[in-house]
């Protein structure tokens, strides 16, 4: 069973900077793309950063430059540093993984607040 748990969020000021996780467990990491998608209030799920199994990783625009994601395939971990924060950043955060067979999982979310 696929089992994603999204560590990390919290309040800060704009221009601070977070660090999220996400366990993964149930998967072989090493094989599966992982991501980090939001969700503001009132707005849809959208992309944030996406790094696949093999190959560079990609940004929404509105981030480039300022998040980065990266993974550790032995622990079974991905994480997303968000620097230069801004108040439209808030939202919920939330892990991503597509496995091999191309199904989709998501964690529970972690909300990340960014006060102006």
């Known amino acids: 069973q696929v089992r994603l748990v999204e560590s990390g969020g919290g309040l800060v000021q704009a221009g601070g900077s977070l660090r999220l996780s996400c366990a993964a467990s149930?998967?072989?990491?090493?094989?599966?793309?992982m991501g980090w998608y939001r969700q503001a209030p009132g707005k849809e799920r959208e992309l944030v950063a996406f790094?696949?199994?093999?190959?560079?990783?990609r940004y929404a625009d509105s981030v480039k430059g300022r998040f980065t994601i990266s993974r550790d395939n032995a622990a079974k971990k991905v994480y997303l540093q968000m620097d230069s924060l801004k108040p439209e950043d808030t939202a919920v955060y939330y892990c991503?993984?597509?496995?091999?067979?191309?199904?989709?999982?998501w964690g529970q979310g972690t909300q990340v607040t960014v006060s102006s």
């Open positions: 991503y993984n597509r496995d091999p067979g191309r199904n989709d999982y």
């Open positions: 790094i696949p199994s093999s190959g560079r990783a």
């Open positions: 149930g998967i072989i990491m090493s094989f599966s793309s």
